[in-house]
């Protein structure tokens, strides 16, 4: 099983360019998660779904936007990129929803400079 | 309110020694605390966790100590090792809302050396 699979791992945008962060998961769970990380605040929420076509909003949804037409896909985008964007994001998928383990993909890393 | 606090943000220590890393919260209604392990260009991976009714649960050379009253959690490497190097994060999470909200703390950076 590839668990949860992120590309690109690397990315460089300019201020205003958009790009799609794509995340698939093969483990036919529910939940899926986008977080940031950024050096020394721990991983913040940005979306979550709990299902196909149910996605909210977590901690810092500002600039970014998802969509979930499968199980398996849930891509993160970013419209107008800023260089407060500049972050590591990881997509993380659980099968149920409540109190279990989080499957983290291996990130991104962007810098929009 | 929906905080966890982790401490150091940094640590180092000899191979063979215990190595521990702290953290508070002050939200009573999480239920959930795991600990987060991450190698450099990984995504975290679970490492233990723990529920509040229990004050102690040890897998191998890794436990967590609960302190239900204090609001406090450790995470304790014993016989730590350079493969333990890594960034450590706690996490609480709270089930009520229908998923699973978890709030991290902001890591610690870890360092065995030989």
């Known amino acids: 099983n590839a668990g949860v699979t992120q590309t690109p791992k690397f990315r460089i945008l300019k201020i205003g360019q958009s790009m799609t962060l794509q995340c698939t998961q093969d483990?036919?769970?529910?939940?899926m998660y986008w977080y940031r990380q950024d050096p020394g605040m721990g991983l913040k929420l940005i979306y979550y779904?709990?299902?196909?076509?149910?996605?909210d909003k977590g901690e810092v949804p500002n600039g970014y936007n998802v969509s979930r037409s499968t199980t398996e896909d849930f891509p993160l985008r970013l419209e107008l990129a800023a260089p407060s964007q500049t972050s590591v994001y990881f997509c993380?998928?659980?099968?149920?929803?409540?109190?279990?383990?989080?499957?983290f993909g291996s990130g991104t890393q962007l810098s929009v400079l | 309110q929906q905080q966890v606090k982790q401490s150091p943000q940094s640590l180092i220590v000899q191979k063979g020694g215990i190595s521990i890393i702290n953290c508070a919260y002050e939200?009573?209604?999480?239920?959930?605390f795991p600990w987060y392990q991450q190698f450099p260009g990984k995504g975290p991976a679970l490492l233990i966790a723990i529920r509040p009714d229990v004050s102690e649960k040890k897998e191998g050379r890794f436990t967590i100590s609960f302190n239900k009253s204090a609001k406090q959690f450790s995470l304790h490497i014993m016989d730590s090792q350079p493969g333990d190097s890594a960034t450590y994060f706690c996490a609480a999470s709270n089930s009520a809302g229908g998923y699973q909200k978890v709030t991290f703390g902001t890591g610690t950076k870890l360092q065995v050396i030989p």
């Open positions: 483990m036919n769970h529910n939940y």
């Open positions: 779904s709990v299902g196909a076509g149910i996605t």
């Open positions: 993380a998928s659980s099968y149920l929803g409540v109190n279990e383990k989080l499957f």
């Open positions: 939200n009573t209604a999480f239920d959930y």
